[in-house]
């Protein structure tokens, strides 16, 4: 498998120093935060993407994919929500990377069928598109749809080989799942993994991987088992938690520690 960190635990950091940790650290890749906070995002023009690339590209490590904010399940018209997901599509193919991240964000008291049916008609609409621009689509294991079982009965109704998942395994956690169960429903569509640690259910400020509780040796090994061999990404979530350690100093510590569980279960 190979190692990647999101730009979310450097926010505003620019894209030459976010390389240097990667390059420094051992990691393979880099989820950039496609937010206008951040250097990347989908209003920059051509020549800043094309410079972006080249700067990947020179130091040997991947865009693994953007990670934007478009709601798939949310309440409203279509357009907006499809607009957002195509400027995201057409920033990931300028970068040559193979994915874009959506959350699927249906509302408090929304009914799940109205919200799956929502959200399997605009991923279904996008992944016409994504399948243009040879990038994939997707969907989080996140908010309204926190399991794999929640995730399933959207990407089931979508059956587009451009629309996938991203396993947060720190909500399928909240949401009670095994990471067996979890992977059991989202192996047909798996992009990649999000890593991360927290202290208990109660407190999600990010720590470094191995101090929590999350279940990390127990995915990892159930990934192993069944020989999957894509990406796994740590989301350490310091721009929502402006007391947590600063994670520069925790990526060598990271990218250790995921070696060792992946060693283990080889």
């Not at 240097?20 to 496609?34: I, K, S, W």
């Not at 990649?192 to 279940?215: F, M, R």
Request: glycine content about 10%; hydrophobic content about 45%; proline content about 6%.
């Amino acid at each position: 498998m190979k190692l990647a960190f999101s730009t979310l635990g450097v926010p505003g950091l620019p894209v030459p120093e976010v390389l240097r940790l990667a390059t420094a650290h051992g990691y393979h890749g880099v989820e950039l935060r496609a937010h206008p906070e951040e250097a990347v995002h989908p209003g920059i023009d051509a020549a800043a993407r094309a410079d972006v690339a080249a700067e990947f590209r020179a130091a040997g490590v991947e865009v693994l994919g953007l990670a934007g904010y478009a709601r798939v399940a949310a309440p409203g018209d279509d357009e907006p929500v499809l607009d957002e997901i195509r400027a995201l599509l057409d920033l990931a193919h300028d970068l040559g990377a193979p994915y874009i991240r959506v959350f699927p964000g249906a509302s408090p008291g929304q009914p799940a069928a109205e919200a799956d049916a929502i959200a399997a008609r605009r991923l279904g609409t996008a992944a016409r598109y994504a399948a243009d621009v040879d990038v994939r689509v997707l969907l989080e294991t996140h908010d309204s749809h926190r399991t794999g079982a929640d995730a399933i009965r959207v990407l089931g109704r979508v059956g587009h080989r451009q629309v996938g998942s991203l396993w947060d395994v720190m909500h399928t956690w909240l949401g009670g799942e095994q990471p067996s169960q979890t992977y059991a429903a989202l192996s047909p569509y798996l992009g990649y993994v999000q890593v991360k640690d927290i202290s208990s259910s109660e407190d999600t400020t990010p720590l470094a991987l191995g101090a929590g509780v999350l279940p990390l040796a127990e995915c990892v090994e159930v990934l192993s088992r069944h020989g999957w061999d894509g990406w796994l990404c740590w989301e350490y979530e310091k721009r929502w938690y402006e007391k947590a350690a600063p994670l520069p100093g925790l990526l060598r510590g990271g990218r250790e520690h995921l070696a060792r569980l992946l060693n283990d279960s080889a």
